[in-house]
Nanobody
Framework: QVQLAESGGGSVQAGDSLRLSCAAS????????MGWFRQVPGKEREFVAA????????DYADSVKGRFTISRDNAKNTVYLQMNSLYPEDTAVYYC?????????????????WGQGTQVTVSS
């Protein structure tokens, strides 16, 4: 079992930055690839970014590429999502997720564990 806890969400203005953190506990964090997803009411949860368990490979949704950066610190059991140049359409609940194995996936069904989410609100 892996427990995930997101933090760092909040309300900001368009163009601002936020850094989300996801702290993991339980099983060995470095055994898991990690992903960030987001969801707005009435829509499906969508992929945002992912990172391999060693941190050497990352991937991003086209909508956030060049603005968001995913990273991880396996010594601290934490994955981060640095979000720059935020748009109002980035407003969502952001979730981190853990997937056993080296490689991440783009579909949420591949992930084994999920956090409770943190709200990000971007106003224009």
């Amino acid at each position: 079992q892996v427990q995930l806890a997101e933090s760092g969400g909040g309300s900001v203005q368009a163009g601002d930055s936020l850094r989300l953190s996801c702290a993991a506990s339980g099983r060995t964090f470095s055994n898991y690839a990690m992903g960030w997803f987001r969801q707005v009411p009435g829509k499906e949860r969508e992929f945002v970014a992912a990172i391999s368990r060693g941190g050497t490979t990352t991937d991003y949704a086209d909508s956030v590429k060049g603005r968001f950066t995913i990273s991880r610190d396996n010594a601290k059991n934490t994955v981060y999502l640095q979000m720059n140049s935020l748009y109002p359409e980035d407003t969502a609940v952001y979730y981190c997720a853990a997937k056993s194995g080296s490689y991440y996936a783009f579909r949420e069904s591949a992930y084994n564990y999920w956090g409770q989410g943190t709200q990000v609100t971007v106003s224009s």
